[in-house]
């Protein structure tokens, strides 16, 4: 079953507007993970934030995550087209930290 | 991180064929990993590649099915056995150096099976 699960399932927005992501889990976790995919791709690592931590920043990206509420969130600022994607949060689950991957959100950044 | 050779990148294949996907990385790694992601779906882990023994399966998948290797620790195979068209996916290797890092991934293999 789904760890997490993201909403909304599809975003469109125009470029330089901010896009807001929201994950929800279901149990504990040691760490939250986001994850873009561009057009069927392999997946490429954002950001990981761990359990004790509130928010995390890389670049146009923040992160927060509220372990009280099972949830995080993903910002972009300023949006590209080139952030046009799927974002996915993934958490660690097990003794090898195999991820559990949440349904994913489509966004659409248009020009 | 660690740069991930996946092989091949695209097939279309017949169905009750078997095909070998090969998965490269240029460091020693402890953690690999297998997902498959179907059609508009997200992924799902397949098994974990133990480095000398058998792999891990996850709930839903099979060793007759998804054959893996791991002969070393920078290199794994995942077969596709006798497959079907419900076998079309994308199939993703992932690597990890230790427990509670990041995974990176491959680019992916596209499997279409007619």
């Known amino acids: 079953s789904q760890q997490g699960e993201e909403d909304p399932q599809a975003l469109s927005i125009q470029e330089g507007e901010n896009a807001t992501m929201n994950c929800s889990y279901k149990?504990?976790?040691?760490?939250l993970q986001w994850y873009r995919q561009n057009s069927g791709r392999g997946l490429v690592h954002l950001i990981l934030?761990?359990?004790?931590?509130r928010e995390k920043h890389s670049g146009r990206l923040r992160v927060t995550l509220d372990t009280s509420k099972k949830s995080s969130s993903l910002l972009i600022t300023a949006s590209r087209a080139a952030d046009t994607a799927s974002y996915f949060c993934a958490t660690p689950t097990g003794a090898n930290s195999k991820l559990t991957f949440g349904k994913g959100i489509t966004l659409s950044v248009r020009p | 991180s660690a740069v991930i050779s996946q092989k091949p990148s695209r097939d279309i294949c017949q169905r009750g064929t078997s095909l070998t996907i090969q998965c490269q990385v240029d460091s020693q790694v402890t953690m690999m990993f297998w997902y498959r992601q179907q059609p508009g779906q997200s992924l799902t882990l397949i098994a974990t590649?133990?480095?000398?023994?058998?792999?891990?399966?996850e709930s839903g998948f099979v060793i007759d099915k998804f054959p893996i290797s791991r002969p070393n620790l920078t290199f794994s195979t995942l077969t596709v056995s006798n497959m079907s068209p419900e076998d079309s996916s994308i199939y993703l290797c992932s690597v990890a150096r230790e427990q509670d890092q990041p995974q990176h991934f491959g680019d992916g293999t596209r499997l279409s099976i007619l």
């Open positions: 934030i761990r359990s004790n931590e």
């Open positions: 149990t504990s976790i040691n760490n």
């Open positions: 590649a133990n480095q000398g023994s058998e792999a891990t399966y």
